[in-house]
């Protein structure tokens, strides 16, 4: 397996080690969410894009920049508004990525950048669910742009 996908897999695993009752898809052929949000909530991990990469030459190296785009989804859950379960699945992730900032050796650097929130449409009545943008930025390198 790629370097690339390795550290997708591994970031998807990361936040389904740091949401336990959440569903996370992505990267398995789930591309689309389905339409209702699970209690615990719902996180969509897409492949992103690595960017062109930075060289090295001896040896040969190419160090990129992968920001992986993060969909997080969330209803209200536990006596907490839709906006406060957000927020506990938001700082839940970015506890991980501080904790596991190379995927054990895996990256050089992951961090993550700031969410952007906002309702999601829906067709139901009542208040709508909260659902939240950001990306996780993962810095590594490798011998050949294909492995």
Same mark, same amino acid.
């Given at each position: #397996?790629?370097?690339?996908?390795?550290?997708? @897999?591994?970031?998807?695993?990361?936040?389904?080690?740091?949401? +336990?009752?959440? $569903?996370?898809? &992505?990267?398995?052929?789930?591309?689309?969410? *389905?339409?209702?949000?699970?209690?615990?909530? #719902?996180?969509?991990? $897409?492949?992103?894009? *690595?960017?062109?990469?930075?060289?090295?030459?001896? +040896?040969?190296?190419?160090?990129?920049?992968?920001?992986? *785009?993060?969909?997080?989804?969330?209803? $209200?859950?536990?006596?907490?508004?839709?906006?406060?379960?957000?927020?506990?699945?938001?700082?839940?992730?970015?506890?991980?990525?501080?904790?596991?900032?190379?995927? &054990?050796?895996?990256?050089? @650097?992951?961090?993550?950048?700031?969410?952007?929130?906002?309702?999601?449409?829906?067709?139901?009545?009542?208040?709508?669910?909260?659902?939240?943008?950001? #990306?996780?930025?993962?810095?590594?390198?490798?011998?050949?742009?294909?492995?």
């Amino acid at each position: #397996m790629s370097k690339r996908l390795t550290v997708l @897999w591994r970031v998807k695993q990361l936040i389904q080690i740091a949401l +336990p009752g959440a $569903r996370v898809m &992505g990267l398995d052929g789930e591309d689309a969410a *389905p339409a209702i949000i699970p209690p615990a909530g #719902m996180v969509v991990v $897409r492949s992103g894009d *690595p960017g062109e990469p930075e060289y090295t030459f001896s +040896p040969m190296a190419y160090h990129y920049e992968h920001r992986i *785009p993060i969909e997080v989804s969330t209803a $209200r859950s536990h006596g907490l508004t839709s906006e406060e379960a957000l927020d506990v699945m938001l700082v839940a992730i970015g506890q991980a990525v501080a904790t596991d900032r190379t995927l &054990g050796g895996l990256c050089d @650097w992951l961090d993550t950048s700031a969410a952007g929130t906002d309702d999601i449409a829906i067709e139901a009545a009542g208040k709508p669910p909260r659902g939240a943008d950001l #990306m996780i930025m993962a810095s590594y390198s490798t011998p050949n742009p294909l492995t």
